[in-house]
């Protein structure tokens, strides 16, 4: 059966990665991968391959990288004439036409990062622990016109804890594979019963800026340490500190409190600068200089030193 099923998989980064391998490792027959064009990576800039890409060629898949997908007859052509039973999509970067919706018999599948109806959008996971979410998930749904509007088919959920964006990606990744691993005969043999969205408990969860990541330590220290995770590891939660900028990488709500003038740092140990923020302390037990690697705290302070009474964030 699984063979019999003619597949096109969308997705570009490594999040899309794990249901890809588990499509494969489950001999379904993925004739196509679609995925995002190469682009400058990493620090040295150089163009590579999506991690889409590379798996699906080393998998020995063919693989499409249209510039763009709407109001492209050729690529459009090229989908019809493969006649696919299914398009498996997850965190591909684009919104699909509804004419390429339209085109697999069994619909456009998309593995979401959120617990849908809550953060439609680019940015779920991310958002999910700076809004204060207690527990994250993904949502295996029907693609629609909409933006992360379909109908959905499943749930799998997660406690958030004190998980970083970097931690939860790489769970909700795995979970969205096994979710569809474990639907997609279903799909296929037309045994689900879609659940429609509550669009009066959806919210968008909107790309994250650079911009984003400036700490406000006139916010409460809880709110700060969502935003460190919420942000790792990319742009990374910053403030600055003798006209650098300093990247605070880990930190804890402390119980200590101060009446000093937000941003103050009002005590110093071998693990933690101790920093004032609204009705609360903020204690960072790890940061990030301009030009090297995160270190803990403690071995900051080897080489460095933090004055009490110090002023973060200009």
């Keep these: 059966m699984n063979k019999e099923l003619k597949i096109i998989y969308m997705g570009t980064p490594e999040f899309a990665v794990a249901p890809l391998e588990a499509l494969i490792e489950n001999n379904y027959n993925v004739v196509l991968a679609v995925t995002q064009p190469d682009k400058a990576r990493d620090r040295g800039k150089k163009i590579r391959p999506t991690p889409v890409k590379e798996t699906a060629v080393n998998a020995g898949i063919e693989v499409l990288q249209p510039d763009k997908i709407k109001k492209n007859e050729d690529f459009l052509s090229v989908i019809s004439k493969i006649e696919p039973d299914i398009i498996i999509v997850a965190a591909y970067g684009k919104i699909l036409p509804v004419s390429l919706l ?3 018999r069994f619909g456009c599948v998309n593995i979401h990062a959120s617990l849908l109806p809550k ?8 958002r999910s622990i700076i809004e204060g979410e207690e527990k994250t998930g993904v949502t295996l749904m029907y693609m629609a016109e909409g933006l992360d ?7 799998s959920e997660t406690e958030i804890g004190k998980k970083t964006a970097d931690d939860l990606h790489d769970e909700l990744s795995v979970m969205g594979a096994k979710l569809l691993i474990e639907y997609l005969p279903k799909i296929s043999s037309g045994n ?17 800026t650079k911009s984003e990541g400036k700490i406000d330590f006139s916010r409460r220290a809880d709110e700060i340490e969502r935003l460190i995770r919420g942000l790792t590891p990319w742009p990374g939660a910053f403030t600055d500190y003798n006209g650098l900028q300093m990247k605070i990488r880990a930190a804890e709500v402390s119980d200590m409190t101060s009446e000093a003038d937000f941003g103050t740092v009002i005590d110093v140990d071998k693990q933690h600068i101790y920093v004032a923020c609204k009705d609360s302390v903020l204690a960072v037990s790890a940061v990030q200089m301009p030009g090297k690697k995160a270190m803990p705290v403690s071995d900051y302070l080897k080489g460095n030193k933090i004055e009490k009474g ?3 964030g200009g």
């Design 119 to 126: 953060f439609r959008g680019a940015a779920p996971i991310q």
């Design 310 to 312: 110090t002023v973060l």
């Design 149 to 155: 509007t379909g109908d959905m088919i499943a749930k």
């Design 192 to 208: 689900i019963i879609p659940e429609k969205q509550d669009d009066s408990l959806a919210c968008y969860a909107p790309m994250i």
């Design 102 to 104: 339209e085109i697999p």
